[in-house]
C-alpha cells in the first residue's frame, strides 16, 4: 500500500518529523505519509498507547504505523515492529502496542542494521531505526527479517478501570484540543459493569446520571465520545480548564438504587 502514518511527541517546533519523513521518502520515494499527530503530550507513553488503536481501523491493511513516544531512547529497550489486524506497527518496546492485537499479534525486534541508516543516534532512533524499517516495510520487507519473534513485548499495567463492590474506577487519559476529559472507561466496560441499573457517573465534583448524545446538550455532558470511551466536556469551552481536573483524575461510575439531580 506504501502508507506510512506517523504519530509522535515531537511537536512541530524542532524539525524531528519532518527528518523522519525525508528518511521514509529517500528509501521509498512513493511512500504516501500520514500525519496522525505530533502532539502526544512529551514522553506520555499511556496517552499514545490509547490513541493508536482508535487511529489505525480506519487505514487500509498493509498500512504502516510509525509511533515515536520514547522517553527511554538509547537505553537498553528494544526497537519492535508488531503485527497485528494486518498492520504493521513499529516503534519502541515501551508499552506503547499494548493494546494492539488483543492477545494474537506477532511482535518482532528490530536487529539487523541493514534496514537502519548506517549511523545511528542514541538519541534519535526515530530518524535512524523507526523510520527507515517502516520505509522497508513500505515495500514489502518481511518483518521476520529484521530479528527475532518474542513473546514478551512490554505491556503497560494500568490501562484498565479496576472494579470492586459497586464502584467501578477509570481515570483521565487524556485531553483533546477543546479540552474534553477522555478517560480510559469504554462503552463496554460501562454496559458491562452497570447492565439495567441505574449508576451515577463523578468526576471534578460533577455528578451524572445519565449519558447524553452530543456536547452542545447541557453545560457539562458525560458522554461516549466517537473513540468508544466515556468523556465529559462544557459547551463552547474547556472541561479541563473550567473544572481544573487533570491527567490522571479518577472517574468513579457508582451502581446504585437512589440518585441525585445530575450535576
Given amino acids: 500500500m506504501h502508507i506510512i502514518t506517523i504519530l509522535t511527541d515531537f511537536g512541530l517546533k524542532d524539525p524531528y518529523a519532518g527528518v523522519m519523513k525525508g528518511v521514509i521518502l529517500s528509501i521509498n520515494p512513493e511512500a504516501r505519509i500520514v500525519d496522525v499527530t505530533h502532539e502526544i503530550e512529551p514522553q506520555d507513553v499511556r496517552e499514545a498507547c490509547f490513541l493508536v488503536p482508535e487511529y489505525y481501523p480506519?487505514?487500509?491493511?498493509?498500512?504502516?504505523?510509525?509511533c515515536v513516544v520514547d522517553p527511554t531512547v538509547g537505553s537498553r529497550r528494544r526497537p519492535l515492529v508488531v503485527v497485528a489486524d494486518n498492520h504493521f506497527f513499529v516503534g519502541p518496546d515501551n508499552g506503547l502496542f499494548s493494546l494492539i492485537g488483543d492477545g494474537r499479534a506477532e511482535?518482532?525486534?528490530?536487529?539487523?542494521?541493514?534496514y537502519m541508516l548506517p549511523a545511528i543516534s542514541p538519541t534519535f532512533h526515530g530518524r535512524d531505526i523507526f523510520a527507515p524499517v517502516a520505509a522497508h516495510?513500505?515495500?514489502?520487507l518481511d518483518p521476520s527479517l529484521l530479528g527475532r519473534r518474542i513473546e514478551d513485548p512490554v505491556r503497560l499495567t494500568d490501562l484498565f478501570p479496576r472494579k470492586g463492590g459497586d464502584d467501578m474506577v477509570g481515570s483521565v487519559v487524556r485531553f483533546d484540543r477543546f479540552g474534553?476529559?477522555?478517560?480510559?472507561i469504554s462503552a463496554k466496560d460501562l454496559r458491562a459493569f452497570t447492565g439495567s441499573i441505574p449508576y451515577l457517573i463523578e468526576l471534578a465534583g460533577l455528578s451524572f446520571t445519565s449519558l447524553v448524545d452530543s456536547y452542545c446538550e447541557a453545560d457539562f455532558t458525560c458522554l461516549i465520545g466517537s473513540s468508544g470511551y466515556l468523556e465529559f466536556g462544557y459547551f463552547k469551552g474547556s472541561f479541563a480548564a473550567k473544572t481544573g481536573t487533570k491527567k490522571g483524575g479518577e472517574v468513579v461510575v457508582r451502581r446504585c438504587e437512589a440518585m441525585g439531580n445530575e450535576g
Fill in 107 to 114: 511482535a518482532y525486534t528490530i536487529e539487523n542494521r541493514d
Fill in 180 to 184: 474534553n476529559a477522555i478517560s480510559n
Fill in 58 to 66: 480506519y487505514f487500509p491493511r498493509g498500512t504502516v504505523h510509525l
Fill in 137 to 140: 516495510l513500505s515495500c514489502g
